[in-house]
């Protein structure tokens, strides 16, 4: 049973610093060292999860095993870790309230007003300590979402004033994270917005004891000395993160910096011996020096926002780094797409991935490319819609089923072969009731799935409400197409392939998700290797 310590990680000048990847580096470094570690994410806003969020609001949502629909920091916590998050990883300002709201109605305040504090941030610290009480973690690393200033942070900073006061100063530390910002006309770096950024923090009752500092240029020992004299920290304590090519540099960057040190310095824990990063830096070293390159198109209708595809992005680059081959994603809008334009749009590309999505628009653009990629032999790797985008094209075009659609995009059509889930049909709330999270899934030998995962029995995670309609089995598997891995409860379909075909799979389910550095997903492995063998 271990007693958890406790580093809670605030932002502040401006958003989009970093936060995610300073927690995630950190934990990285902490568990390299022989502490247990893990990251959870506290959001501000009023959303119970960010499921109900379109993508241009929030980037993708990152699925959990336990079903939980969770901020985008959570896949980079796993990806860094290699250990699975869960619903208790991530939690926002909505589920307190609904939380507080749900115990008043309950009667359980004996009468009292509820209120901010001390009701909600009571909830919010219950919350705080829960996974460090379960005695599996060294160290929990709290990150809070927005930025120090913003009045809805307010409760959580107040939450994380009363914690350090009650779990004392050698369990806890906080971790300002600040901007150096450099105005090329004076020719200087500026350290103003992280003194007020830290003030701010301060007059709430909160003293940072690291700040890490974002900057373009490297900081001198005299702006390094003017930084821990106005913050009040000490200079060893002001972490320099300068900007990077990739995220999986920050990690050394931060092992330079000796930010796992001097947290463990604060937190009263021996440094043990050092980090062993050997993996990491073999990953990072194969991600720098490829042999070779491949194309790839990534067909969506989020495609603007980088964000909405995180996982997919991060994937190739686990899977390009395993080929020691540099996947070019080069991301086409689907709805950019039509039969005249396609052989264009897809030119010069050694494969394509199709993405998920919901609602119909640009779903008619994925059908054209799939099409196109099935009939010139090109590697096809359909994900959740893009699988079912697959199924409605083969129906269409193969099997003469006119009009085939799934029944999210023309609930009258003819040949429904994407049907919504018996269990989706009378559900009325829209926020946590896909099928999410981990089922298993049972793949057929002597297919390509079972070629690329080398085993029969698999568990993925899921975020949809239609699925492959069952009534076309048998019209699918005659007219050529394999169901090669089905759900053994409910014989739900979970991945469609085409075995005449170099490189031809679609999944219901998000294997992205489960890509980490330490195990990047096979299907993205296998998908690159059949693309660089196309081009070939
Ligand atoms: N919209 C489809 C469904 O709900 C696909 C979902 C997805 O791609 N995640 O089944």
């Known amino acids: 049973m271990k007693k958890a310590k406790y580093v809670f990680v605030t932002g502040g000048v401006t958003s989009s610093l970093g936060k995610g990847i300073i927690a995630a580096s950190l934990a990285k470094l902490l568990q390299s060292r022989g502490y247990s570690t893990t990251i959870q994410k506290f959001d501000p806003y009023i959303n119970v999860d960010p499921g109900t969020m379109n993508p241009y609001e929030h980037g993708e949502c990152y699925v959990t095993n336990d079903g939980a629909e969770t901020d985008l920091d959570l896949g980079h916590y796993e990806r860094f870790l290699n250990i699975p998050t869960s619903q208790a990883n991530n939690v926002t300002t909505g589920r307190i309230y609904q939380t507080v709201i749900d115990n008043e109605r309950d009667g359980k305040y004996l009468g009292k007003t509820v209120q901010v504090i ?43 004033r009363q914690l350090r006061w009650e779990l004392g100063t050698d369990d806890s530390c906080v971790i ?20 007020h950024s830290v003030k701010g923090l301060q007059e709430l009752g909160v003293q940072p004891d690291i700040l890490v500092c ?9 702006i390094r000395k003017k930084i821990a004299l106005f913050c009040n920290v000490n200079q060893n304590a002001v972490i320099e993160s300068i900007d990077v090519d990739s995220i999986y540099e920050v990690p050394l960057v931060m092992l330079k910096e000796k930010l796992d040190k001097v947290t463990l310095a604060k937190l009263r824990l021996s440094a043990k011996n050092e980090p062993e990063l050997d993996k990491w830096k073999d990953f990072l070293f194969k991600l720098d020096h490829p042999k070779t390159e491949v194309n790839i198109g990534l067909v969506g209708k989020y495609v603007e926002l980088q964000d909405a595809y995180k996982s997919i992005n991060e994937a190739f680059n686990h899977a390009g780094a395993m080929n020691e081959c540099k996947v070019n994603v080069r991301s086409i809008q689907s709805e950019s797409l039509s039969k005249d334009n396609i052989k264009e749009k897809l030119a010069g590309l050694d494969g394509v991935l199709v993405a998920p999505g919901f609602g119909d628009r640009g779903i008619e653009g994925k059908i054209d490319a799939i099409r196109y990629l099935r009939e010139n032999n090109i590697p096809f790797f359909g994900i959740c819609l893009g699988m079912q985008c697959a199924v409605v094209e083969y129906g269409r075009n193969v099997l003469g089923l006119k009009d085939a659609h799934s029944v999210e995009m023309n609930d009258g059509t003819k040949h429904p072969v994407i049907d919504i889930m018996e269990s989706q049909k009378k559900l009325t709330k829209m926020g946590g009731t896909m099928r999410l999270g981990a089922y298993d899934c049972e793949v057929k030998k002597s297919t390509l799935a079972h070629k690329i995962y080398g085993k029969v029995n698999i568990k993925e995670r899921h975020r949809h409400r239609y699925e492959f309609n069952n009534s076309y089995m048998d019209q699918y598997i005659q007219g050529g197409m394999n169901m090669s891995g089905i759900n053994p409860e409910t014989g739900l379909v979970e991945i469609v392939e ?9 999944v219901q389910f998000h294997p992205e998700l489960k890509s980490t550095v330490a195990n990047p997903h096979p299907l993205f492995v296998k998908f690159v290797k059949a693309a660089m063998e196309v081009q070939v």
């Open 214 to 222: 974002r900057t373009e240029h490297k900081l001198t020992s005299d």
């Open 176 to 195: 300002h994270l600040t901007l150096i910002p450099y105005l090329s006309a004076a020719g200087e770096l500026k350290t103003k917005p992280t003194q």
């Open 498 to 506: 085409l075995p005449d075909h170099p490189f031809f799979i679609g």
């Open 118 to 160: 001390p009701h909600i941030t009571d909830e919010i610290k219950r919350r705080m300590l829960l996974l460090g009480e379960s005695g599996d973690y060294d160290v929990v690393i709290t990150e809070l979402g927005g930025t120090v200033g913003d009045i809805e942070s307010l409760p959580y900073v107040e939450a994380v």
